[in-house]
């Protein structure tokens, strides 16, 4: 595969009783995750930046591939789909990589990277979230 399509991030939908999981970054929402360490399997950075952004977030059970996207500047990422092992919202501590972490049903006053924003409109056009 050419080097320049191989993704290199990895974006992680989190859902919920219809509330998306959501970090607080350089003042931007966005989906969890962050850049893919070279080398490294994208399901294994999944979890990494997880636990390192919502260290409480304690029972994830697996990643399903969800899509690629492209051609957003120089990003290439993978999106999973992470599923929770608990069927409920659980409460959220941010880790000290971002500023903030929470649930959210409406997305729409908030201040979305431009990934998150694209995918979250994604969701709602499939029916995931309202």
Known sequence: ???????????NIVLEQDNILLVKKNNLWKLPGGVITPGKHPLDQIFLHINSELPSLKSLVSGDL???????SDLK??????????GSIQAIQAGPQVEGAGWFRDTKDLNLEPVTEGVIKLLRQLGRIK
């Open 1 to 11: 595969m050419d080097a320049k399509l191989i993704p290199n991030a990895v974006y």
């Open 66 to 72: 969800f899509g690629i996207i492209t051609n957003i």
């Open 77 to 86: 990422a993978y999106v999973y789909f992470i599923k929770l092992d608990s």
